[in-house]
């Protein structure tokens, strides 16, 4: 039972700002408009294997076809879902779901294979971000 008039209010205050605060949250991109050749087409995020950076530019990789664009890695790695995203070094962010493999270099350091054959080298810096991943168990 309510006690007091203002239970109820105060539960429909709450619930408001909880959906206002869910109402701001913006979803990660399902699609990334890539440009090449004068051409723009919508990439599905899913399909990206590694975003490497390249100067003023990041460099996406897409099954075997290679994107530029005008962004920098680090704001690259905040717009992308971290649940599908990792970055493994200061200059590549790799897709999850493309790792085949990781072998350790010692020293912390490891060589991640994806399942396209690639490998990326993953500094002991962003391997213990890796490690601490909740999703990830190793």
Same mark, same amino acid.
């Given at each position: 039972t309510w006690v007091g008039a203002s239970a109820p209010?105060?539960?429909?205050?709450?619930? #408001?700002?909880?959906?206002?605060l869910m109402s701001s949250v913006k979803p990660f991109?399902?699609?990334l408009a890539l440009e090449k050749r004068q051409k723009i087409s919508l990439i599905p995020v899913s399909s990206i294997s590694v975003?490497? #950076? #390249?100067?003023?530019?990041?460099e996406v990789t897409v099954d075997d076809d290679t994107f530029l664009k005008k962004e920098s890695i680090s704001h690259i790695e905040t717009v992308l879902d971290p649940n599908q995203f990792q970055r493994v070094h200061r200059s590549?962010?790799?897709?999850?779901?493309?790792?085949?493999?990781?072998?350790s270099k010692g020293r912390g350091d490891y060589t991640i294979t994806l399942v396209s054959g690639e490998q990326i080298e993953c500094s002991i810096t962003y391997m213990s971000n890796f490690k601490n991943r909740d999703d990830i168990a190793l």
């Open positions: 209010s105060l539960v429909c205050k709450g619930q #408001a700002v909880f959906l206002n991109p399902r699609f975003i490497k #950076a #390249a100067g003023d530019y990041i590549t962010i790799i897709n999850l779901h493309c790792i085949k493999q990781l072998e």
